[in-house]
């Protein structure tokens, strides 16, 4: 039978929904969480490939905004929720369905897509690159302590229910989303992903809790966590398991992750997604002790490769002519002349001499500034044409803070 693929109806969206929990293991949803998707999701944005009555593939994508280096945010397109029934692989369903969305964007102005991989080695293929990276620890708290800055004791900390403190919480999320690249602006509704608590995220811990860090009468941070209690022989060895820590200044992410180390009963602080540069790093006696290991997080594609370089800034001068190779997206395809500053930037199309060659997969990776160039260079990846033009423009495009994808999209 020919597989059909179509924009999602209103009255598909339960056959939708089960295809998509199929691929992803069966494991039996809450109400809560399939309503919740209910709500969030946006028909006329997400793709169904329907084997007769049977649904076979799915993708889904919302249209945010997101950090790049130099403050501003950028029209994009988080991609999500892309499935393929593994009794349909090798049909061609993943590629019709990264056809179509690339060309929607295309068409709808949308120069930048990004998504996070349940398994990196696919989109390659499709041009997206990895763009940001995760950081995860497990921190032996029984043998590892904290220094804390000046000003700690002065945060006041407060546990909540998770539900009471959403607002507050919104507010300091969306005060740091400028200063980081890749964070997402939230649609309205993606807040309440952050408090989702039903049993099958529990997995054997306690149900989500909260703790929010005061100062001078305004919320300045929260942390949300479970406590997965374990005992042996020796006594208690629980654990907590960080699912968001925010912060708008050091003092009250100090407190905040003093208060994990002293939850009583436990031994490990257990962090999920920090950015790579997080800052607990320098707070603690021993980081060995911290079982830290880094995970590839947001992979970007530019669609628009004219418009994303210019959606940006760039941290020094640079006039460089790039020579875009893009086999799927091929209205990319050709050299582009990026001009740009700290202040901001053109990108146009050229006859000029090309700088440097590569695909645009690559510039995806480099695109928030947290890859370098000239790590790509030294993979074969890039191709340097005019002798210096790899370190101005990797110099160029690098970003003080690293890049970071805080949550699902």
């Keep these: ?47 169904a490939a329907w084997d007769g009555d049977l649904c076979v593939g799915t993708a889904g994508s919302f249209r945010f905004g997101v950090a790049v280096p130099g403050g501003g945010l950028a029209v994009m397109a988080g991609v999500s929720l892309v499935t393929v029934a593994a009794t349909h692989r090798r049909r061609g369903v993943l590629t019709s369905m990264m056809r179509r969305q690339l060309d929607d964007f295309h068409a709808w102005g949308e120069p930048l897509a990004i998504l996070g991989a349940s398994e990196p080695a696919i989109y390659g293929r499709f041009g997206y690159g990895p763009s940001t990276h995760l950081l995860k620890a497990d921190i032996d708290t029984s043998r590892v302590r904290l220094t804390v800055p000046e000003g700690t004791d002065e945060v006041g900390l407060r546990e909540v229910p998770p539900g009471d403190s959403l607002a507050d919480c919104e507010a300091v999320y969306a005060e740091l989303v400028p200063a980081r690249p890749g964070m997402i602006a939230r649609l309205p509704g993606w807040e309440r992903l952050g408090i989702l608590d039903v049993p099958e995220f529990r997995e054997g811990t306690s149900h989500l809790r909260c703790v929010v860090a005061e100062r001078d009468g305004r919320t300045t941070g929260y942390v949300r966590f479970r406590v997965r209690p374990t005992w042996d022989d020796a006594g208690p060895k629980g654990s907590v398991e960080v699912q968001d820590l925010f912060a708008l200044d050091p003092a009250s992410r100090a407190a905040l992750m003093r208060h994990l180390f002293g939850i009583d009963l436990t031994s490990t602080v257990s962090l999920g997604n920090c950015p790579v540069d ?104 890039v191709r340097e044409l005019r002798p210096g033009a790899l370190a101005e423009t990797t110099t160029a495009f690098t970003s003080d803070t690293a890049p970071w994808v805080p949550h699902d999209i």
């Design 278 to 381: 997080d800052a607990w790093q320098h707070l603690v006696s021993d980081i060995r002790r911290c079982a830290v290991r880094i995970n590839d997080g947001g992979h970007v594609r530019l669609v628009e490769v004219g418009a994303a370089l210019e959606a940006r800034t760039y941290r020094v001068p640079v006039d460089v002519v790039f020579d875009v190779k893009d086999a799927f997206c091929p209205w990319n395809e050709g050299r582009w002349r990026l001009s740009g500053d700290p202040k901001g930037a053109t990108c146009e199309r050229t006859g000029d001499p090309a700088d440097l060659a590569l695909d645009v997969r690559d510039l995806g990776t480099v695109y928030l500034g947290g890859t370098r160039l000239t790590e790509l260079a030294a993979a074969g990846r």
């Design 1 to 47: 039978m020919t597989i059909e693929l179509r924009v999602l109806r209103a009255s598909e969206w339960d056959g939708w929904y089960d295809g998509l929990n199929l691929a992803f293991g069966g494991v039996p949803q809450s109400p809560e969480r399939r309503e919740l998707i209910r709500d969030i999701t946006v028909a006329e944005r997400s793709l």
